[in-house]
């Protein structure tokens, strides 16, 4: 496979297809406990996975995945009280975002794409976004331009009622549930162990947050919803939805 990932160039191969226009991915994770059943890396791994595949499809490049990220909340992390969840301040996740961005824009990349693995990420992905365009139209780079998304948004309803038999809980409280657990099964099987997964319904809240947070509302396997129907197969099959989606996307975005 044609080589994606900036890293894994040399700077003159890397120099020649931004020449050439080629669009930038940037997966942006997180550190975050997954209940017992999985690694902590899920957020940064599939953003990773599904920009290379996205990538080798446009002929696009792929930059090394952001691996923290903002602080996780209760309501869709599990909460920043787990042991292993290793987060960033918002305003530190947004620099991080807007310098990268700043970069590449140096080396001649005028597309880029932020492909978000982490619920909580959103609002300083956009920040940081915002930032560099502001900080590029002062350098006299107006033409810059980024596409900011999350990549189960591009799961379709048919893909949910095909996977959730109409258990579908929202995407909020899928954090280690059957989304992750499945994509994992999929891409890396040997960082999930289906044995340890806690079987319990999805976890409700009231319709507020509060601090500081109550550990018991969050279930004690950390996981939100249960991974119990997690399967590779449902895994494959939300790649490759993930994949075409955002790559059709990416074909017509930029025009
Ligand atoms: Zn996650």
Redesign the pocket.
């Known amino acids: 496979m044609n080589r994606v990932q900036i890293g894994e160039l040399a700077w003159p191969v890397y120099a020649e297809k931004v020449k050439n226009g080629a669009i930038a991915l940037i997966p942006v994770g ?1 550190l ?1 406990q ?1 209940g017992p059943h999985m690694s902590m890396n ?2 940064v791994l ?1 953003p990773t996975a599904i920009s290379e595949r996205v990538a080798a499809n446009i002929d696009g490049l792929v930059a090394p995945a952001i691996a923290y990220g903002y602080k996780s909340q209760q309501k869709s ?1 599990g909460g920043n009280h787990m042991p292993g969840t290793t987060s960033l301040d918002g305003s530190t996740v947004t620099c991080i975002i807007r310098d990268v961005l700043k970069e590449l824009a140096r080396h001649g990349v005028r597309k880029a794409v932020l492909v978000n ?3 909580e990420n959103s609002a300083f992905i956009t920040e940081g976004v915002d930032l560099a365009l502001r900080e590029l139209r002062w350098d006299d780079i107006p033409d810059f331009r980024c596409i900011i998304l999350s990549y189960w948004d591009f799961i379709d309803q048919e893909t949910i009622d095909a996977i959730y038999q109409g258990d579908f809980p929202g995407w909020a409280v899928e ?2 549930g059957v989304l ?1 657990t499945s994509l994992m099964l999929h891409l890396h099987p040997d960082l999930v162990d289906m044995r340890l997964v806690h079987d319990h319904p999805p976890a409700t809240f009231p319709p507020y947050d509060f601090f500081p947070i109550k550990p018991e509302w969050t279930p004690s396997s950390g996981c939100l919803s249960s991974a119990r129907r997690a399967s590779a197969e449902h895994g494959q099959l939300i790649l490759n939805v993930c994949v075409d989606g955002i790559s059709a996307a990416l074909k017509t975005a930029f025009d």
């Open positions: 997180a975050e997954h899920p957020d599939l992390g693995g982490h619920y954090h280690g992750e």
